[in-house]
DNA sequence: TCGCCTCCATACGGTGGCGTATTGACAGCG
DNA sequence: CGCTGTCAATACGCCACCGTATGGAGGCGA
């Protein structure tokens, strides 16, 4: 662990981004509480007397890090998906994709625990609000109304948050990677989050399929009763 | 604030229960990092000295805390939803009810962002183990198989969870409470959460209603694939 | 009333982290 | 070759919290 440092001890002398990425690390598998000078400087191999030189306290050390995730969360990882020209598939595959990785959520939940930094929590709020943003857009390609799009787009956030909550806190709960059980429930998923086809010209759906209260599509029935 | 106490300098001593109370009032509106020996007992209008009577040492208050909370948690609150007859409608009012409250939530969410500590985790894993347990019997109530009722609690549960952290980090996007937007999305979340009538018995499922792909009801599509 | 037991106060030492001050190593450059 | 600027080591004081030791205050039974 800690290899943060290239090799434990060449002779380049540490920049101020090194300690801000360093810090990113010790979010990482340790909470912010990770991001404390003294352990810092001990996993760098160094002491206080070059981390107070880059930085004039702990702080700065932090909004600089943050500053450096929030650049690296709304940089590229959703290069892939805005190539993807239909949709409907982009919204299955970013339901599927996020719901599959957890390696880039590890910092997000660690911030996350600590909101009750007002700094920390200006942060979490920029990049969270950025990306149910990103979702809207998303359900408004497909046919939603900009009401309808925000209320999936709330949803599909909110099951991405809760999911990485059940992954950690109930592993038993999340089935194995690679059983058969994953993949239905990641089916189930892009079914669950994905509004019916026919919700999106309420002028077609047929009045009732099968039972009688409570049918009708979802986005349908909500779009009416605004 | 810091009422804990009944008026400030009541004669009366203090008992373990009262310490473990003040902890979990103190989680509450501090986080766990609110449970320290010195402020609380400062809250409480006395030294340390009352705490080591009580306890061995500040993992031992945490503990009975813990149990406290565990115990609070699994007794009355779903008392109502138990004599609800319509298991269609308890499921509903489950979803309504929780996705409402808040308040009991704070504890819980404190716990959770502190779940590195494996004493904490292990409560946590609990109290969510045995709430999706329930979810996943109201799910089979009403006339899912054993897979889909597993499904469905899981995804209601990370909405639950996901819309917590919503709610405190990004309170803008969410409706205010009396707003109509509020009430729309609330009945949004009850018909999004539970599956279509017609998904229960697949047989009577219509074949198709409008569109060609990826229509059909969600349980009976996933339900098919297994 | 005396003594004991319960609950709490006071005082102390220890630890871990923050921030400062001072000094030193080393490189580049005139 | 010395100057200067960059980066780092050492040493210090401070604070918050943990845990211990010890000594009361006050009720309560004998």
Redesign the pocket.
Known sequence: MSATRDTIND?????AD?WAQAALDAIADQGI?G???????RR???????????F????ALLKRALERWEEQETGVPFQSLENETDPRRRLQRVIREVNTSLRTSRIYQALSAAADDPLIAAFVTRVSTRRIETLRHYYEAVGLSPDNASRWARLTYSVFLGTLQIRRDMPAEWPHTDSTEFSQYIAFLEQALLPDDDAMNPDLAAPAHTGAALTGTLAANTATKS
Do not use: D, I, M, Q
Not at 11 to 15: G, N
Not at 46 to 52: C, D, I, L, P, Q
């Open positions: 002779k380049t002398r540490l920049s090194a509480a991001v404390a000078v003294e352990p810092l400087a760098l191999g160094v002491t206080k007397g070059s981390f107070y030189w880059h004039s306290n702990r702080e």
